[in-house]
């Protein structure tokens, strides 16, 4: 039986392997990994006597009929092969910060019309004008990055950069001590004092730019008392919070907005200042308002680590028991995520734990989205609130921004819509071999950091969703995005101002609702094509235009061009 | 025999049925919501409004699990939520990593474990019998992910710059690479039954560098495969080190060993002639189901080792309410571990001829 079953086995084995050998011709099978297309083998040129003059450009746009659409954008247009104008629907102070985000990055339109928007087709042979060209994506395991020799900036210091990914901080952490890795993302808090005691490896701490606040909906009672708000502000001990639930490098939130904030943060006034932890104080008030003996309330959160709120479960037990000294017997009620993130924002939650963490560096995108935004997630919006926002939204001048959010913040000390709580600080780890690292709340700089061997090792926690990044969120995914892609404009490294990328210049009208940008020149894609004013053209129609036939993505959904630019043109009913 | 096959293959559409309905149905019951999960928490109640209506989440759940089971019966596990690939391709490119991981497990976990329970079965009440029980009992008591930790550290960071340093995590070292089988022999072009295993076998990076003779790979991704396949076979060999020890000391008190050994039959050839071979039935089903257990210990193991297996997409494809993906994986797995067991029982009949086919 055992020489039937061996014999059977063998001729199955010899079978196969024949049939495999043989069976060549069929249809194409997928390839395990995602390389770039090989070029094509250079073939010899004729020789001409004269070279046949370069077509003149023509230059495309894309408008919208009037603004009633209500987005930000009223056309974009290619003046010249060098010069791209956008003129929008109203003023906007933080456009170039917008318009630096790596989920705008500029797409070669041929090429983003041959794989019609879709942004799983660009992700198979990414074609951007960075630092970094894709070598190599095994899918699950790393992507390979070889240097750009063709890239318009300094040349990257490193000939290889390979990312690859864990979930777990301690797995990371390991990857760090052994060797294998050169630099990670994110270890736990829990580790800094170990990687701060290895002479091999060495700690960056930075801030994020975010603000972990707790939300009170002014339509609930006894949160529709002015009072009860103010009371409760001066009932909570941040300090105390700050010192026992974040890293070191964390702040106390004095506005909304962190103190590199400018124009935004105030640095005197009213608003400068948050109430004093004074509990006493706060008893008191709350017996003003008809509470002398308190009220039983629900603190609502999710049990999610975000750099603003590290330690959710604590914190809020540290908030319950604050609470308690005045009076207010909170009972906790931990949510899921998604439903938790719904009925806040729908203003279903009295007093909740929440944060915001920011997606470009201006005030808008702090004061706009949760004061001005028609948003329920503290109750009604209050219009002298609304107003200034707004106000401050229209103006390029910096100093009278700042005049404009010196009174927001008066005037949110005064609603407490909210209690603004922390500041959180992060931090990644590099070996100490690793020279002339930046790390920033927007990017690092790999494209300049130096090793020995010419190979940049870096783990991040999550492997990238896409390589072509106008649909996505994921801060893993644009990481990504931002070796291989660049965008109008930049930011700057370790710091969240704009500095020159692909444009070079730029140039508002008084209003700030036209913006001229003047493009770099001799700019290549990696697959050779040349850059010029019709591609951020292309770029931004697929983006905005949602009749655009590149108008693909991954989702469909295009979350930071909405988020940015308010609406879609053409957008479906 | 074939009578048998054919009624055990029927007999597994009903469980595998129930299986999908089971997880199609987990899936949806469980909190969370897909839409923050892969538009991120930022999205807005209008977008998720229109991605749930997009993807079909809108309809009645049995209308969606009709349209489910209609696509599996096409061959069609559909897309990702998250990034929109074919699910099809997405466990071509995970399965092997796991298939290797697991094969290199319950190597380790049955050689030493039989070793182990012989050695203690025949030295019982010994100092090694004692010593080695002790080990397997803490062995089925760790935490996989904890010592797949632990070994980490251990080879990784302890023994750096040393001769046992073994790396802690990923499929080969940084800067290795391999080209996929089909562009090194050439069969781009198959397609069908053929090709998919082309495919399968090009993701399994072991079986790759084997089949080309790229030793280098195949050193290194061999390399990378000790520790976890150390970490989630350890407590499989306990179990069946166990099992080995007391099925052998069973074995040993009948007569026809006592009868063997009176016919002066050297020790070794009563042990692995006579007493194995009886002894092996209880140990090959306690393997066969340690396989379930093996694949699961893949999960937290991929994990912990970075590996880019089932695990680690189907811990990722949970995280993100990926519904397409965790039923495929889930499916698949289910699969394995039914099959696995048939095999089990088929082979009860080459290892004893008393156990017939009914």
Known sequence: MKRKLFALLSLFVLASMVLAACGGAATATEAPVVTEEPAAPPTEAPVVATEPPAPAFEGTSVSAESCDYGGEFKSIEAVDATTVKFTLCYPDPAFLSKVAFAAFAIQDGDYLTEMGGDSGKLSEAPNGTGPYKVAEWVRGDHITFEANPDFWGDAPANQTLIFRWSAEASARLLELQSGTADGIFLPSEDDYETIEADSNLKLYPYETGNIFYIGMANTIPPFDNDKVRQAVAMAINKQQIVDNFYPAGSAVAEQFVPPSFSPGYSSSGDGAKWYTYDPAAAKALLAEAGFPDGFDVTLAYRDVVRVYLPNVNQVAQEIQAQLAEIGVRVTINKMESGPFLESAAAGEQPLYLLGWGMDYPDATNFYDFHFASNATRFGNEWPDLVEEIKAAAQLGDPAERQAHYDEVNRLIKEHVPMIPVAHGTTANAMSAGVGNVVMGPLNENFEQMTTASGQLVWVQSAEPIMLSCGDETDGETLRACEQIYDSLLGYEFGGVAPVPALATAWQPNTDATEWTFTLREGVTFHNGATFDANDVVATYAALWDASNPNHKGNTGVFEYFTGFFAQFLNAPK | ?358
């Not at chain 2, 497990?105 to 474990?113: C, N, V």
């Not at chain 2, 257990?293 to 680690?312: H, K």
């Open chain 2, 1 to 358: 025999m074939t009578q048998f096959l054919l009624r055990r293959l029927v007999l597994l559409l009903p469980v595998l049925f129930g299986i999908t309905f089971i997880t199609f149905a987990l899936a949806r019951i469980l909190p969370g919501d897909p839409c923050y999960a892969i538009l991120g928490e930022k999205a807005t109640v209008e977008q998720c409004d229109a991605f749930r209506e997009r993807e079909g989440l809108n309809d009645p759940i049995l209308i969606q699990f009709g349209r489910y089971l209609n696509d599996i019966a096409h061959g069609n596990f559909g897309e990702s939520l998250k990034d929109g690939r074919q699910v099809t391709q997405i466990i071509l490119e995970r399965l092997p990593m796991t298939i290797e991981v697991t094969i290199g497990a319950m190597f380790f976990s049955t050689t030493f474990g039989i070793l182990l329970g012989v050695i203690s079965a025949v030295r019982r009440n010994t100092a090694i019998d004692v010593g080695t029980m002790f080990g397997a009992n803490i062995g089925v008591s760790m935490p996989v992910f904890w010592l797949g930790l632990m070994l980490a550290y251990l080879f990784a960071i302890v023994l750096k710059d040393t001769p046992f340093w073994i790396p802690p995590s990923g499929r080969l070292s940084s800067g290795i690479t391999i080209p996929p089988l089909a562009e090194t022999l050439d069969l781009q072009n198959l397609s069908g039954l053929w090709g998919t295993l082309v495919t399968l076998a090009s993701y399994s990076v072991t079986f790759n560098a084997l089949i080309t003779g790229n030793f280098e790979v195949l050193r290194d991704a061999l390399w990378h495969l000790i520790l976890p396949c150390v970490a989630v076979g350890t407590i499989p060999l306990s179990i069946i080190a166990r099992m080995t020890r007391s099925s052998l000391l069973e074995v040993f008190g009948l007569d026809y060993i006592r009868t063997a050994r009176a016919k002066g039959l050297r020790e070794r050839v009563v042990i692995l002639k006579h007493a194995m071979r009886n002894a092996l039935l209880p140990i090959v089903t306690v393997v066969g189901l340690s396989v379930g257990g093996l694949m699961s210990g893949a999960v937290l193991t991929e994990t912990v080792f970075a590996l880019p297996g089932v695990g680690t997409q189907l811990v990722s494809a949970i995280l993100s309410r990926d519904y397409a993906v965790v039923q495929a994986f889930t499916v698949i797995i289910a699969l394995i571990f039914v099959f696995v067991n048939l095999i089990v029982d088929i082979s009860y009949v080459f290892l004893d001829p008393r156990v017939r086919m009914q």
